[in-house]
């Protein structure tokens, strides 16, 4: 399965982050928060694995080193973030794993699971952050954390 990941970027914590060459100073202020964010909060609080993505162009942003997702995937979500009957049809899938939809707003976020795992989405301005959760993890803990982070990214105007 292709991933949409690029090449890693290393941080505290034995913490890797995928980026891309060709970094926005959008993408440079993502990365600082990024990491101050993840060490301070999800990486203590919950494993979480997280990719966050443009939204206009699908390119990666950051990505926690074991988060993958594939283009097709990507694209399944952002269609189901503009019309979420598509998601609670279909449900999300992310590197292969398929989630069943509980919310859906059409706007700000995406909430599935099965019996074991959790996938949260959540669309700030201009990206979209992606979320997944396994055993032994509350799903809620973790979609509560995204949330945050993209109400924080929204609060800087990304």
Not at 63 to 88: Q, R, W
Request: hydrophobic share 30%.
């Amino acid at each position: 399965m292709a991933t949409v990941a690029e090449s890693p970027v290393s941080y505290d914590n034995s913490m890797d982050v995928s980026r891309i060459g060709n970094s926005s100073l959008q993408e440079e202020c993502v990365l600082k928060l990024w990491n101050e964010y993840i060490t301070e909060s999800l990486i203590e609080s919950t494993p979480c694995e997280i990719g966050i993505y443009e939204w206009k162009n699908n390119r990666t942003i950051v990505t926690t080193k074991k988060f993958k997702i594939s283009a097709e995937e990507l694209n399944h979500i952002k269609d189901g973030m503009e019309c979420p009957n598509i998601v609670y049809r279909k449900g999300v899938t992310v590197d292969g794993y398929h989630y069943n939809v509980q919310v859906a707003d059409g706007k700000y976020g995406i909430y599935a699971r099965t019996l074991d795992k959790g996938c949260t989405v959540c669309k700030t301005f201009s990206m979209l952050i992606i979320a997944t959760n396994g055993n032994g993890v509350k799903s809620s803990k973790c979609n509560e954390e995204i949330m945050k982070l993209g109400d924080y990214l929204q609060r800087l105007g990304l």
